[in-house]
């Protein structure tokens, strides 16, 4: 089925959190999307780009660790300052991939835990916690943004 035709029988749709892992396929559906209808983003990673590229903002579980930088970039990007929100975008690009290195939650629960958000960076079983060596490059990731 042609796109066009489907954004026209779903017209009680409002919008869509993207989380295809293909900027290309990110990309088209920006392009394509009727007036009025909001795309959102899943794929961390693509947060930044995605936003200068057009998309309405993102659904991710990195944002728990700096919501605030989060809300920062969109709101830069919506007045245009591309460059401020690059600057902040820096060392969040660096952490974020970290974040998935292994079974999520437990990195985001790890910087929750070290940010004193949570009470435990614990996670139920069969997870239990990061490595020795991610929670290290975790931290230090984390006193980066401090």
Same mark, same amino acid.
Request: with cysteine; glycine share 10%.
């Given at each position: 089925? @042609?796109?066009?035709? &489907?954004?026209?029988?779903?017209?009680?749709?409002?919008? &869509? @959190?993207?989380?295809?892992?293909?900027?290309?396929?990110?990309?088209?559906?920006?392009?394509?999307?009727?007036?009025?209808?909001s &795309?959102?983003?899943? !794929?961390?990673?693509?947060?930044?780009?995605?936003?200068?590229?057009?998309?309405d903002?993102?659904?991710?579980?990195?944002?728990?660790?700096?919501?605030?930088?989060?809300? !920062?970039?969109?709101q830069? &990007?919506?007045?245009n300052?591309?460059?401020?929100?690059?600057?902040?975008?820096?060392?969040l690009?660096?952490?974020?991939? @970290?974040?998935?290195?292994?079974?999520?939650?437990?990195?985001? @629960?790890?910087c929750?835990?070290?940010?004193?958000l949570?009470?435990?960076?614990?996670?139920?079983l069969?997870?239990?916690?990061?490595? !020795?060596e991610?929670?290290?490059?975790?931290?230090?990731?984390l006193?980066?943004l401090a």
């Open positions: 089925m @042609k796109r066009s035709c &489907v954004w026209r029988s779903c017209r009680t749709f409002v919008g &869509v @959190k993207d989380s295809s892992g293909s900027i290309s396929q990110s990309l088209d559906l920006l392009a394509t999307r009727p007036a009025g209808f &795309v959102l983003t899943g !794929d961390d990673a693509l947060f930044f780009p995605l936003l200068c590229s057009g998309a903002g993102g659904i991710l579980a990195s944002a728990h660790i700096a919501t605030g930088r989060f809300v !920062d970039i969109a830069r &990007v919506t007045a300052d591309h460059l401020g929100a690059r600057a902040i975008w820096g060392p690009r660096q952490l974020v991939p @970290k974040l998935f290195q292994e079974a999520n939650p437990m990195p985001i @629960k790890h929750l835990w070290r940010q004193g949570i009470a435990s960076a614990e996670c139920r069969p997870l239990s916690s990061v490595s !020795d991610l929670g290290g490059i975790l931290d230090r990731l006193g980066d």
